[in-house]
């Protein structure tokens, strides 16, 4: 069974940096674009990123384009998103979507979700 | 402000269809798919229907969805109780290089 486990949120201060994991199992994890999708409290989805397969490719949305890096270690069936200069607006639940493809529809199309990490960025 | 648009809620009786309604432009929905996830709160989103009209293995056919123009819609028919959840359109952005998702739709089912 495809499973996605995220890992690293937690409390940090504003300006702060945050490394977030997530560890797919079960799939061919260097086939497939992988992405992540951020839910705010009360607010809804966002999609903030999103990696090709090989991970030459990379996609931003304005709202964290230079101040998140995705990243992904196909060695180690791995998705990353370092996030730096965090703001109070960027405390949500994460949650890494694996795509059906390795590019193109990769991007928007997610058959598995893990079950998200909660980042909260205050003071 | 999502770029793509939808009504905040929307509700029927069982057994009743409902219909929810995601508006864009020319650069999202008008030249690209459009797809449609559920979410209870507190689960991992699901995929609803991929590529504008298409179901997953899994979904029951209660689910359809359509696309025209800049705008498209997911129908739900012979509505259940746990079809309550929330419903969120997204597609490719071609000037944004990134995916949106629409503001997401609350249905209850009364």
């Known amino acids: 069974e495809v499973q996605l486990l995220e890992s690293g949120g937690g409390l940090v201060q504003p300006g702060g940096s945050q490394r977030l994991s997530c560890t797919g199992s079960?799939?061919?994890?260097?086939?497939?674009?992988m992405n992540w999708v951020r839910q705010a409290p009360g607010k809804g989805l966002e999609w903030i990123s999103g990696?090709?397969?090989?991970?030459?490719?990379?996609y931003y949305a304005d709202s964290v384009k230079g101040r998140f890096t995705v990243s992904r270690d196909n060695s180690k069936n791995t998705l990353y998103l370092q996030m730096n200069s965090l703001r109070a607006e960027d405390t949500a639940v994460y949650y890494c979507?694996?795509?059906?493809?390795?590019?193109?529809?990769?991007?928007?199309?997610?058959?598995?979700w893990g079950q998200g990490t909660l980042v909260t960025v205050s003071s | 402000q999502s770029v793509l648009t939808q009504p905040p809620s929307a509700s029927e009786t069982p057994g009743q269809r409902v219909t929810i309604s995601c508006s864009g432009s020319?650069?999202?929905?008008?030249?690209?798919?459009i797809y449609w996830y559920q979410h209870l709160p507190g689960t991992a989103p699901k995929l609803l229907i991929y590529?504008?009209?298409r179901r997953p293995s899994g979904v029951p056919d209660r689910f359809s969805g359509s696309k025209s123009g800049t705008s498209a819609s997911l129908a739900i028919s012979g509505l259940r109780s746990d079809d309550e959840a929330d419903y969120y359109c997204?597609?490719?952005?071609?000037?944004?290089?990134?995916?949106?998702f629409g503001g997401g739709t609350k249905l209850t089912v009364l």
């Open positions: 979507a694996k795509g059906t493809f390795g590019y193109s529809y990769g991007y928007v199309e997610f058959d598995f």
């Open positions: 079960a799939f061919t994890f260097s086939n497939y674009a």
């Open positions: 990696i090709r397969d090989s991970g030459v490719n990379t």
């Open positions: 020319s650069s999202n929905i008008g030249s690209n798919y």
């Open positions: 590529r504008n009209d």
């Open positions: 997204a597609a490719w952005d071609d000037s944004l290089s990134g995916v949106v």
